[in-house]
């Protein structure tokens, strides 16, 4: 067993795109700001409970070597935010920038320390068997 495939490590990579999925979906919410009868997504909260089940991604096949891989391998991955308590404006656009800049600072924050973690505990496994 690599020592990546831990569950502590699989739950940290599960976080971390749970976290790229939500920040391309309030980049999003922020691009479409101006766009008349546009609704706000967002992702719900990433749980995980303690039969943690390995996540399996799916990805575009690369029929020559060129190809670029596809990023969006999480994109039908995670659960979509269903509240629905909006402040509608005359056009019917629904996107508040404070809010999705305060949801896009915390993101990034929560973000960052999921790969401060992952980092360190892999340097810390790395130095326990020698390899560090």
């Known amino acids: ?24 979906l309030l980049a999003e919410n922020v691009a479409n700001a101006d ?14 409970d303690r039969s943690f089940p390995q ?11 060129g190809h670029i891989a596809s990023s969006e391998g999480a994109s039908g991955q995670f659960a979509m935010s269903r509240s629905g308590g909006y402040e509608v404006r005359p ?3 629904a996107v508040n920038l404070e809010d999705e800049m305060i949801k896009v600072a915390a993101n990034q924050m929560d973000y960052q320390a ?19």
């Open 55 to 65: 996540v399996a991604s799916l990805s575009l096949a690369r029929t020559e070597p």
């Open 91 to 93: 056009s019917g656009n």
């Open 114 to 132: 999921a790969t401060t973690l992952y980092t360190r505990s892999l340097g810390l496994i790395k130095a326990a068997i020698g390899k560090g």
């Open 35 to 48: 766009t008349p009868s546009f609704r706000p997504h967002d992702l719900a909260p990433l749980q995980f």
């Open 1 to 24: 067993m690599a020592i990546t495939d831990l569950p502590l490590f699989a739950m940290l990579r599960t976080r971390m795109q749970w976290h790229q999925e939500r920040q391309r």
